[in-house]
């Protein structure tokens, strides 16, 4: 497969639309453990994020400028955590793919590898510290082994996500260990954490992308 | 609930313009960054800078302390969340009279990476940073993990002095290490009665019954450790001045300043009759109140409830919190 | 409503036993009437003694603006309900220094009745005594029925700029002067969003729908001039200061100073907004604003809601708005 | 009839009952008109009288003196309106008893007309105003008009707290003229104004006392 910088655009216009619908569940979420705001932020971020999209990137042909761009605007219209955080991702996503108006399999292998890891690197956590790593780790180690595997990057992609899931979803039962939520102890059992979620609201985005391409 | 607001996309940048139209003389935003904001007066060379940053929804919090022997610049995040790291460095750029800057701010994890992000730009640049974490809070973390406690009212105290300081020609390292002395000598500690809401959502950031409170909680509405129900102000002073003197310990004749704060709506009359159990717990152990502040210091939006914040004071920390302060929204004489 | 409080019966003794302990080299009670302060400083002989008073509820208002150029002493009553002679009366006699003492408080018929005895009363031992009565909320009567009006949160310009006179040794008619012309030339408007509760009854003082505000709400939660659906700020804005500007017409180029009153749960982010549009109105109209004060300065317990204030300034008047205060709610450099 | 010293206490002890039992629903009134205090208001003044009454006054033979330290004591306790209004009350009340330890028909006449009186001037409302001289007036010229012609203290009283209770309920369909409610407009409509209740509660005690001597 094949991905387009006008695609690759597309998709991150379908984020913003997918995080807007989302909103009020993630500050529902983040009212149980944290300070309410996720759905917000991650609005506000992605709303800016889509401002660019149409307007400074719209004919934007490389896929490297394309990430680092989103990734800049992220953060500087949320800070918050997730602002360094996803900055960090699209900067080093970014960087997997400067200067490519195309994308391939391998491509985006490299891209979303890139783009975890560098969320790793600026925050820290490890899995099961109930944040959004829990989210991505999972996601990451299904991409690397099945991309190679399968030899098919929505078949590794889709493993990805199912594994995300899986991880999204076990954040429910930890009580966590980083961010302002960490100092609930054993009141932060029960919840599953806002920013798990909406990175695998970002990661099935892509999957529903590229699927329907 | 209801807000006197006009879009909730723009509470921040509002309240940003009428801010600086309101005190010119005070503060002036960069042309730079809409959310890096100086102090309007000019700043003596080799000065050290202090800045100072977090969400918004906590003013006078914290852009209400840029002035005269308080901070030189704020950035500003969005309500709840910490700016980014380029308002940060545009503040630390203008407010850099070459003697470095020492940046304040409280122990989150937001703030922890845009700020440390922005001071990694800012020494590029050649600018010295040194940054200090509030973490006040003793609700937040069991001592022996003070590290994760989480800076709440007390950080006060840390730009009261660490700005005294500042204008006292101290150097940056002097600065800092007033401005940690304070930190590690204040402990605080929150009750929560009302939530507030965000303009964005409008929900209540948390849920609490008709006759129940929230006790240690955080001043963004993070729950805090454990609900109760509502107990007469004695018995709720009571317990946040306990939890303070378990975790720091004064001894008969040792001097210390009380901060009852407010965290929104709760009337100063409420915040007095706390203030008042606090002084009469302190005197009965021969602790001496070299001074209180009582009023609405750093907020949470509408939010209902109050903390009480205790700092340890020796003979530095007395002149630097007798200083005086001339700030939009703080002034000492 | 959840209050931070012991038993409702004694509210205001415990907030006064609070106060005073929290700013003992500011403030102190006369030994004779317990609801009778005094500011702990001395005054010089000669001075004109400026007392202010009213009800309790509305803090900083009225005790929190006892000190060095505002008040010298302050008469305070229950929650809502003017101090009795008694008080009023000890405070004349420990603050007269000879010069007469001028008494400031707001056009309510308790004030009117108590204040007026007090005064027959200190007469009657010999001291000379001016009242000046605040009547700055237009929304209260119209216009032909000025002196019908009640006083609100203008009366900050009163006692500031009486303070100011007095302390710069003016004579007991020309301070009594100096805060005639100050209410004369002040208009202020509230609008109330969510009410107050008083401990004692713990019932909201009004109904409001959901999405409703009632605007030229009184600051004791008296009825306004009309419910009407909430609205955008700008748009509330627009009509508080509309009605202000209609009662007493500005011309392009004079200078004014505004406050923007928090009614007690308003943020302070509100505040700014709300102040923001009204700048506006008054830079198209070329009216400029010499002075900005902004946040809670008489407040309703935590009644949500704001009101707008207006003073038209001369000389006379910005010199005594420019003289600096040290009291422990208002402090102005 | 004949009124002791102790008797002419424990009436006023009946009011300071009445008052408590009552004050919600003053509150209620004076929330709709005022400022919601009304009821609070005339508790803390009349427990403190009830306290002056068990304690300074419980000997106390003087009714004239006890008329008076109930008036300077509500007064102290209270502020307020009310507080000039009954404490001017009292006072000429005292004033027309003075050192009587024993009241007659014709001192009780007497002693109502002084309070009256004593409130009317402080106050200068006038019937029709929407306050509690509604509730006064009428039951003044009543009791002026009936004492002479029945010769019987009680029935005249009778016929005044009946005109005290129209007079009172008149207020409901008034537009205040003065205090707190005055600036309310048409909208004091509908409302009964909350001074006017409790005076009319005053009186209605004192003719439930006199009925049951
Ligand atoms: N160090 C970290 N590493 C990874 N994710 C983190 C880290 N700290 C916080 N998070 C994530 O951030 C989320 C909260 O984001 P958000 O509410 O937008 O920020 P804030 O906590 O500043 O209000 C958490 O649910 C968690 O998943
Ligand atoms: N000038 C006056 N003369 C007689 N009664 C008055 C006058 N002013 C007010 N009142 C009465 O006082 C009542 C209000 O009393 P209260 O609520 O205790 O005082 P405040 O208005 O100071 O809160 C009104 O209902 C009215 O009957
Ligand atoms: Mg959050
Ligand atoms: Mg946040
Ligand atoms: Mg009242
Ligand atoms: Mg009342």
Redesign the pocket.
Known sequence: MKITAAEFIEYFKSVAEMIEREKDYLCEL?RK???G??GV??SIGWQAVNQKLNNELADEKDCGKISSTIGMTFLNAVG???GP?YATGFLRGGKAVAQKSELTDQDLVEFWIAFING?KDR???KAGDK???DTLEPALIALQDNAEASQNFTNAFNEAVIEAERGMKSTIELVSK????SRLGDRSIGVQ????TSAYFILSAFLKFVKEL | MKKLINDPTYVVEEMLDGYVKAHPNYIKVLPENDRALVTARTTREGKVGVLIGGGSGHEPGFLGYVGDGMADGVAVGNI???PPPAPILEVTKAIDKGAGVVYLYGN???DVMNFGMAAELAEMEGINVEMVLGNDDVASAPKEEKHRRRGIAGELFVFKTAGAAADLGYNLEDVARIARKANENTRSMGVGLTPCSLPQTGKPSFELGEDEMEIGLGHHGEPGIRKAKLQKADIVADELVAAILEDMPLNEGEEVAVLVNGLGSTPRMELYIMFRKAEQILREKGIKIYRSYVGDYITSLEMGGCSITIIKLDGELKTMLDYPADCPMFVQK
């Open positions: 983040d453990l944290g300070d705001d996720h932020t991650m918050s955590s997730v955080l969320v925050g820290q956590a944040t959004m790593i980083i961010g302002r939520s954490d806002p920013g798990a | 709840f969340a910490s989150y994890a937001g």
